[in-house]
């Protein structure tokens, strides 16, 4: 197990109801005057906007809005929250969505800080640097997907470069995040699949480690991916569960916290490989994972077959043989796949009506401001692009 610190102070606030209280908590931490961002719409319909609206007229907090954010949140929109931000004096953000409006949030919490000299795109978010101070944030999270209620990161499309890149900062943790599953009922059955398969390829890049004797955060991560297999398709079958939902948002939010990765490396190209599928054809963060997991493994499994054939046992009770080791890797990899499916979402870029044509510039972009790719195996441009070719 490799040295580690564990910091995360994101006070998570659990079930029914607890939207409610968003103008307390805010109170609590000192915001004055607050920026109310949110996505498409989803709120408005759900009830959730009204519900938070109320909350902050009781406790008295004058706010602006700024709604609009898209799935791949746009880094033109964040431009546009930075100067609101600075003309209406605000101290307190609320982010009221899921990873895209969160992310886009906490580029605003960042930029809004910025030194005069300093450019978020090209100095942070283009060399995956965290920036050392930000607005205050709290959310309110009404998709389980991505874990940025809790997690350092922010994820960005610049839409003029389209390049879709991160940057990660303690800075960037909410200071709260609630959570009521009961908001998560509302959410299309291929978004609650979407979100599944991102749960569980958090889960996955930090289980693909090259550390050595990390049992104790396998066997956490083992009931973790579990956990999702198990209840992914029940709450699309059952989507008003309580139950259910609150299953999938509690795993959500622990998969990328941080708690899991504890004394190991993780690997995390199949992230990065998503990003320029989503940079270039702005699919959903979770269908593309759907697509460069499974590709990755198979590309990646020879690095260290022991650790491959402990995921296909333990996690998907493939049957053991000592003499085929190859078949029950294999057949590990298989069964993802079929989960996937199962959940309606693709696993060949084919399937999104994507070909082959810009697999070359999507391997040399991912390499930009990088010496190499992953950590499980260290991948160069040309790993990149075969990986993309298995993806087809
Ligand atoms: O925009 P609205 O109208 O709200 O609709 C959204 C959106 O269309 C809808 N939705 C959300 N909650 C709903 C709902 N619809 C009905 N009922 C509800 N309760 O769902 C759609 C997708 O929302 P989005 O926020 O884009 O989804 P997600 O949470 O999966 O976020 C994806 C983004 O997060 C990034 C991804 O790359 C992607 O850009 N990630 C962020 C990470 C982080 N900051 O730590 C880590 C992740 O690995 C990921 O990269
Ligand atoms: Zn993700």
Redesign the pocket.
């Known amino acids: 197990m490799d040295n580690f610190v564990f910091y995360n102070p994101a006070k998570i606030i659990f079930g029914k109801d607890q939207e409610k209280t968003a103008g307390e908590w805010i109170r609590k931490y000192d915001g004055h005057k607050v920026l109310l961002h949110?996505?498409?719409?989803?709120?408005k319909k759900?009830g959730v906007y009204d519900t938070i609206i109320a909350s902050l007229k009781e406790n008295d907090l004058p706010f602006v809005e700024l709604g609009g954010?898209?799935?791949?949140?746009r880094y033109s929109l964040i431009q546009e929250g930075i100067a609101l931000c600075k003309r209406e004096d605000v101290d307190f953000i609320l982010a009221v969505?899921?990873?895209?409006?969160?992310?886009s949030a906490k580029g605003i919490a960042a930029g809004v800080m910025l030194n005069e000299d300093e450019d978020l795109w090209e100095d942070y978010y283009m060399f995956k640097r965290g920036p050392e101070k930000a607005l205050p944030l709290g959310t309110v999270l009404?998709?389980p997907?991505?874990?940025?209620e809790s997690?350092r990161?922010?994820?960005v499309t610049n839409e003029t470069t389209h390049f879709k890149r991160?940057m990660a900062a303690d800075c960037m943790i909410a200071k709260f995040s609630i959570i009521n599953p009961e908001?998560?009922y509302?959410?299309?059955p291929y978004?609650i699949a979407?979100?599944c398969a991102?749960i569980l390829a958090?889960l996955m890049e930090r289980y693909f480690t090259p550390t050595e004797n990390v049992d104790f955060t396998d066997r956490m991560l083992e009931a973790s991916m579990k956990t999702v297999i198990n209840y992914a398709p029940l709450a699309i079958k059952y989507p008003t569960d309580y139950n259910i939902r609150a299953e999938i948002a509690w795993v959500g939010t622990i998969a990328?916290n941080g708690l899991l990765n504890t004394g190991r490396l993780g690997d995390w190209a199949s992230?990065d490989l998503e990003?320029e599928l989503?940079a270039i054809y702005d699919i959903?963060?979770?269908e593309g994972l759907a697509i460069t997991f499974p590709a990755w493994m198979k590309y990646v499994y020879k690095q260290n077959p022991k650790r491959f054939v402990q995921f296909a046992q333990r996690v998907w009770d493939v049957e053991f043989s000592a003499e085929q080791e190859e078949r029950i890797i294999l057949e590990g990899i298989h069964r993802l796949e079929r989960f996937f499916t199962e959940l309606g979402l693709p696993i060949r870029c084919s399937q999104l009506h994507i070909d082959n044509s810009r697999f070359r510039e999507m391997a040399q972009k991912i390499m930009i401001n990088r010496d190499h790719e992953g950590e499980f195996m260290k991948l160069y441009e040309a790993d990149c692009y075969q990986i993309y070719c298995l993806s087809e």
Request: net charge negative; hydrophobic share 20%.
């Open positions: 949110y996505g498409g719409g989803s709120i759900n954010v898209v799935p791949n949140p969505g899921g990873g895209s409006v969160i992310d009404t998709i997907a991505t874990g940025s997690s990161s922010s994820v991160s908001t998560h509302s959410l299309p978004q979407c979100g991102d958090h990328h992230h990003h989503g959903y963060h979770g």
